[in-house]
Antibody, heavy 119, light 106 residues
Framework: QITLKESGPTLVKPTQTLTLTCTFSGFSLSTSGEGVGWIRQPPGKALEWLAL???????RYSPSLKSRLTITKDTSKNQVVLTMANMDPVDTATYYC???????????WGQGTLVTVSS | DIQMTQSPSTLSASVGDRVTITCRASQSISSWLAWYQQKPGKAPKLLIYKASSLESGVPSRFSGSGSGTEFTLTISSLQPDDFATYYC????????FGQGTKVEIK
């Protein structure tokens, strides 16, 4: 059974860097075809894809946020970390991580974590 | 970048109605399209993948069709549990989501 859970700060100040961790079980990022994605959703708004990391350490980023995002994996800990630099109040959102299967679909999602950006 | 456009943004319907939501891709994505259902305060749930394949455990009243750039999600007979927001997602190249369609009670 695949599960994922996001963790990190609930409140960050403008200009700070956000670091979120996705801890998962039920699959390994050392297995060919596996991946983890990050998605966010501002309150009352649509889902927005942020980044993907694959088993071979290939990485993909949203073009509009690429300059601010870094995604890394720790295979031994079953974790994926997303950092987003220079946070702004418009980055206030629920941040989700999701399992990416060998067909590139997001089939399992974490419960999400709400991050508020405010001074 | 592949853009996804959903319509309508809001849909008012009654229990038992047949409901159709449309999603258009800015370029061909073959059949690499998924549909998700999201309820308030919850993570999205995968309903349909590869445009028309039903995810395990999803009721058969949900169906998907299309290929290339035009896709539809159909709920054959709307049930009380189906009032939610639905998103399409392309996964041909990276991921992109549509802006969502809220299905509300008429």
């Amino acid at each position: 059974q695949i599960t994922l859970k996001e963790s990190g700060p609930t409140l960050v100040k403008p200009t700070q860097t956000l670091t979120l961790t996705c801890t998962f079980s039920g699959f390994s990022l050392s297995t060919s075809g596996e991946g983890v994605g990050w998605i966010r959703q501002p309150p009352g708004k649509a889902l927005e894809w942020l980044a993907l990391i694959y088993w071979d350490d290939d990485k993909r980023y949203s073009p509009s946020l690429k300059s601010r995002l870094t995604i890394t994996k720790d295979t031994s800990k079953n974790q994926v970390v997303l950092t987003m630099a220079n946070m702004d109040p418009v980055d206030t959102a629920t941040y989700y991580c999701a399992h990416r299967d060998s067909s590139n679909r997001g089939d399992y999602w974490g419960q999400g974590t709400l991050v508020t950006v405010s001074s | 970048d592949i853009q996804m456009t959903q319509s309508p943004s809001t849909l008012s319907a009654s229990v038992g109605d047949r409901v159709t939501i449309t999603c258009r891709a800015s370029q061909s994505i073959s059949s690499w399209l998924a549909w998700y259902q999201q309820k308030p305060g919850k993570a999205p749930k995968l309903l349909i993948y590869k445009a028309s394949s039903l995810e395990s455990g999803v009721p058969s009243r949900f169906s998907g069709s299309g290929s290339g750039t035009e896709f539809t999600l159909t709920i054959s007979s709307l049930q009380p549990d189906d009032f939610a927001t639905y998103y399409c997602q392309q996964y041909n190249s990276r991921w992109t989501f549509g802006q969502g369609t809220k299905v509300e009670i008429k």
